[in-house]
């Protein structure tokens, strides 16, 4: 057994001793899976993987499955399961259908004895009871604790959204998202594909405001943003991969507030009432336009938008429109503008997703709403008793509870995951309270907006933030409000669960606070043992320092450089998401220096011979002092190679935590 799985049993028996049996009982206490195991009835000793052990199915639509849950096991613990059909043997896993009205469409029962049996009513299921045995085996790669599972989901949507319109994440980043929420149960992934920055922040002017469009787009040339896009067939291809793994990919488009990209493209679109950001619902240039943008991505017989669901946006437009003196027309038109869209995304086979605003714009022209899922996150835009008197399904997304804005100073920084995982659920509809696994409420998301453009957030930022929500919202989307494990033992443990299987985003190295690599000489150009790590950690070598070429790197990876030359001045800094952090330190030629750099998710610091330098958060006003910006300077240390650097690089150590 490794470090890693001794620590997690020790915790276990620690937590499951304080929080839920004594010690000394004789049946298995229950697993800790996120989300938690809905019931769990302890047999006695252990199922062990034999040499022999097999993945074996009873029906050929559960190949592909099995064929993930072994290719999924090798990642993590480095044996290949075979996957066959036929009788099963002890030790053999076995993944079958099985009729079973309880617990619905995604619930699932195990049955650990000699072998361990997954029934579920559906596919769906069976591949859910697969990630709760993978962290079942992350306490121990080959064996299980006997005893039965009953398990199921009080909601059938449980998502993430995330706005990658105010800050471009790579597709390579989104496809790990979509693993690590099916890693945890949770079935949707929505993208918002486009939005702006606050005109505050960029001298009131509307045309030098950031705005980006994040699709590939031939119909409209130049509408795709420049500094990071989507191709349509990668975009696709994401939608299917994600799909084979039980999440659902929304894309959504938001119209016709959040558009400053469609009228930075053309102007015309633009509103001159409510601000460029807002489309002018009485062009007759707008409907044309926007049907064609459409069109392009849910036309055809292989779409670009490849799920059930598409988003439409709708999202803030008008505000309470106060002080227009043609309130009541501009209602009626943006009522009749929201229900063009919900058919058009239906002509086309597709489920139509809103956020409303309609609180605010009353009116007669009436709006299709069954059949149409809509955004609960503010009550003032769409009231949730009225939305669903209305006939729409409600997604449980308020703001006050699970709103992440990187370092804006209002809503959170980083989710109160203790408040929601002891008082929240998606009944919970910001403060609005309906009945537990009310038919109307389908489920609940959380969400990162990124709505500071240029604050020095990195995507390893936005995922440090992440990872604590999204093992919180799994939790509680799943079990609703019957979670029994107290939240400090929950907190504990969940630590010792990866991220998913060959996920590593958190750059987690090592299991305790120790030294994790030391070289006696970091060679130019050398591979180090891992790419990178992450907060916190610390970095110490002794340098003797050489002539170097403005740019040249002690350290990169595929996310980061940190320079011993910067591009730009030729000091010590570093490089991550478009953003150059410089420090005052550059050595002189033959200079020796003893050196420490430290991280964690609020600062970067330098020591040069006991000299500190520290990059903390830095306070940035805007628009005379009214506005602020809060600049992060963080870094996730590149290990992945060194450099072709001149200098002598030393007694080269790496920590894992702040030394």
Same mark, same amino acid.
């Given at each position: 057994?490794?470090i890693?799985?001794?620590?997690?049993?020790a915790?276990?028996?620690?937590?499951m001793?304080?929080?839920?049996?004594?010690l000394?009982s004789a049946?298995n206490?229950k697993?800790?899976?996120i989300p938690?195991?809905?019931?769990?009835?302890?047999?006695k000793?252990?199922?062990?993987?034999t040499p022999?052990?097999?993945?074996v199915?009873?029906?050929?639509?559960?190949t592909k499955?099995a064929?993930?849950?072994?290719?999924?096991?090798?990642t993590?613990?480095?044996?290949k399961?075979t996957v066959?059909?036929?009788k099963?043997?002890?030790?053999d896993?076995?993944?079958?259908l099985k009729?079973?009205k309880r617990i619905?469409d995604?619930?699932?029962?195990?049955?650990?004895?000699?072998?361990?049996?997954?029934?579920a009513?559906?596919?769906t299921?069976?591949?859910?009871?697969t990630r709760?045995l993978?962290?079942?085996?992350e306490?121990?790669?080959?064996?299980l604790?006997?005893?039965?599972?009953?398990?199921w989901?009080?909601?059938?949507?449980?998502?993430f959204s995330?706005?990658v319109?105010?800050?471009?994440?790579?597709?390579s980043?989104?496809?790990q998202?979509?693993?690590?929420?099916s890693?945890?149960?949770?079935?949707?992934?929505?993208?918002h594909?486009?939005?702006?920055?606050f005109p505050?922040?960029?001298h009131n002017?509307w045309?030098k405001?950031?705005?980006?469009f994040?699709?590939?787009s031939?119909?409209?040339?130049?509408?795709t943003?420049?500094?990071?896009h989507?191709?349509k067939?990668?975009?696709?291809d994401?939608?299917?991969?994600a799909?084979?793994?039980?999440?659902?990919?929304?894309?959504?488009?938001?119209?016709p507030?959040?558009?400053?990209?469609?009228?930075?493209?053309?102007?015309?679109l633009?509103?001159?009432?409510?601000g460029?950001?807002?489309?002018n619902?009485f062009?007759p240039?707008l409907?044309?336009?926007l049907?064609?943008?459409?069109?392009?991505?849910?036309?055809?017989d292989?779409p &670009?938008?490849? $799920?059930?669901? #598409?988003h439409?946006?709708?999202d803030e /437009?008008g505000?309470?429109?106060?002080?227009?003196d043609n @309130?009541k027309?501009?209602?009626e038109?943006?009522?009749?503008f929201m229900?063009?869209?919900i058919r058009?995304?239906?002509?086309?086979?597709k489920?139509p997703w809103?956020?409303?605003?309609?609180?605010?714009a009353p009116?007669?022209?009436?709006?299709?709403?069954e059949?149409?899922?809509?955004d609960?996150?503010?009550?003032g835009?769409?009231?949730?008793k009225e939305?669903?008197?209305l006939?729409?399904?409600i997604n449980?997304i308020?703001?006050?509870?699970?709103y992440i804005v990187?370092m804006?100073g209002y809503y959170?920084d980083?989710?109160n995951t203790?408040?929601l995982?002891?008082k929240?659920?998606?009944a919970?509809?910001?403060g609005?309270?309906?009945?537990?696994?009310d038919p109307?409420?389908?489920?609940?998301?959380?969400?990162?907006w990124?709505d500071h &453009?240029?604050? $020095?957030?990195s #995507?390893k930022d936005v995922?440090h933030? /992440?990872m604590?929500g999204?093992q919180t919202i799994a939790t @509680?989307t799943?079990d609703?409000?019957?979670?029994?494990l107290?939240y400090?033992?929950?907190?504990?443990l969940?630590?010792n669960?990866s991220?998913?299987?060959?996920v590593n985003?958190?750059a987690?190295?090592?299991t305790g606070k120790?030294?994790?690599?030391?070289?006696?000489?970091?060679?130019p150009?050398?591979?180090?043992p891992?790419?990178?790590?992450g907060?916190?950690?610390?970095?110490e070598f002794?340098?003797?320092?050489?002539p170097?070429?403005?740019?040249?790197?002690?350290?990169m990876?595929?996310?980061?450089?940190?320079?011993?030359s910067d591009?730009?001045?030729?000091k010590?800094?570093?490089a991550r998401d478009?953003?150059?952090?410089t420090?005052?330190f550059?050595p002189?030629d033959?200079?020796t220096a003893?050196?420490v750099i430290?991280?964690?998710?609020k600062?970067?610091?330098?020591? #040069?011979?006991?000299?500190?330098?520290t990059?903390?958060v830095?306070?940035?006003l805007?628009n005379e002092g009214?506005n602020k910006?809060?600049?992060?300077?963080t870094?996730?240390f590149?290990l992945?190679e060194?450099?072709?650097?001149?200098s002598?690089?030393n007694?080269?150590k790496?920590y894992?935590?702040?030394k």
């Amino acid at each position: 057994m490794n470090i890693k799985s001794i620590i997690t049993r020790a915790a276990m028996t620690l937590c499951m001793a304080l929080c839920i049996h004594p010690l000394c009982s004789a049946a298995n206490e229950k697993p800790f899976v996120i989300p938690e195991l809905r019931e769990w009835k302890g047999g006695k000793g252990e199922f062990a993987l034999t040499p022999e052990s097999r993945i074996v199915v009873d029906d050929e639509s559960l190949t592909k499955i099995a064929e993930i849950f072994a290719d999924d096991y090798n990642t993590m613990f480095n044996r290949k399961l075979t996957v066959r059909s036929g009788k099963a043997a002890k030790g053999d896993i076995v993944l079958k259908l099985k009729a079973d009205k309880r617990i619905g469409d995604e619930g699932y029962n195990i049955d650990i004895a000699d072998k361990v049996t997954v029934d579920a009513p559906q596919p769906t299921g069976v591949y859910w009871a697969t990630r709760s045995l993978l962290q079942m085996f992350e306490s121990s790669e080959n064996s299980l604790p006997k005893g039965k599972i009953t398990d199921w989901p009080d909601y059938p949507v449980r998502g993430f959204s995330l706005d990658v319109g105010r800050k471009f994440f790579p597709l390579s980043y989104l496809k790990q998202l979509a693993k690590i929420l099916s890693y945890y149960k949770m079935n949707s992934l929505r993208v918002h594909l486009n939005d702006n920055g606050f005109p505050a922040y960029f001298h009131n002017n509307w045309d030098k405001t950031y705005a980006a469009f994040r699709l590939e787009s031939e119909k409209y040339p130049g509408l795709t943003a420049r500094d990071g896009h989507y191709g349509k067939a990668e975009f696709r291809d994401f939608q299917k991969e994600a799909a084979d793994i039980f999440v659902t990919v929304v894309p959504e488009i938001d119209v016709p507030a959040h558009s400053l990209a469609f009228s930075h493209y053309k102007p015309e679109l633009g509103s001159k009432e409510f601000g460029m950001d807002h489309l002018n619902l009485f062009s007759p240039e707008l409907i044309p336009f926007l049907d064609g943008l459409f069109e392009e991505y849910i036309g055809g017989d292989d779409p &670009v938008f490849v $799920g059930d669901y #598409v988003h439409i946006g709708t999202d803030e /437009f008008g505000k309470d429109y106060k002080g227009f003196d043609n @309130k009541k027309e501009t209602c009626e038109k943006f009522r009749s503008f929201m229900d063009h869209y919900i058919r058009f995304i239906e002509s086309h086979g597709k489920k139509p997703w809103v956020w409303g605003s309609l609180s605010t714009a009353p009116g007669e022209t009436p709006i299709k709403t069954e059949g149409v899922m809509l955004d609960a996150w503010y009550n003032g835009y769409a009231d949730p008793k009225e939305m669903l008197k209305l006939g729409f399904k409600i997604n449980s997304i308020p703001d006050r509870y699970v709103y992440i804005v990187p370092m804006a100073g209002y809503y959170y920084d980083y989710l109160n995951t203790q408040y929601l995982y002891d008082k929240w659920t998606p009944a919970d509809v910001g403060g609005e309270v309906f009945p537990e696994k009310d038919p109307g409420i389908v489920g609940g998301y959380f969400a990162v907006w990124n709505d500071h &453009v240029g604050n $020095g957030v990195s #995507v390893k930022d936005v995922h440090h933030r /992440f990872m604590p929500g999204v093992q919180t919202i799994a939790t @509680k989307t799943w079990d609703g409000a019957n979670v029994t494990l107290p939240y400090a033992a929950f907190d504990s443990l969940r630590h010792n669960l990866s991220e998913a299987p060959g996920v590593n985003e958190l750059a987690r190295v090592g299991t305790g606070k120790e030294l994790v690599y030391e070289v006696p000489v970091l060679q130019p150009g050398m591979h180090l043992p891992f790419p990178e790590i992450g907060y916190d950690y610390t970095i110490e070598f002794d340098l003797e320092a050489k002539p170097e070429k403005y740019g040249t790197p002690l350290l990169m990876s595929d996310n980061a450089v940190f320079y011993l030359s910067d591009p730009v001045s030729g000091k010590f800094g570093f490089a991550r998401d478009g953003y150059l952090n410089t420090f005052a330190f550059a050595p002189y030629d033959n200079e020796t220096a003893h050196i420490v750099i430290k991280g964690n998710n609020k600062s970067t610091s330098l020591t #040069v011979n006991g000299h500190t330098e520290t990059l903390d958060v830095d306070t940035r006003l805007y628009n005379e002092g009214k506005n602020k910006l809060h600049y992060l300077r963080t870094l996730v240390f590149p290990l992945d190679e060194a450099g072709k650097f001149n200098s002598k690089i030393n007694n080269f150590k790496v920590y894992n935590y702040i030394k």
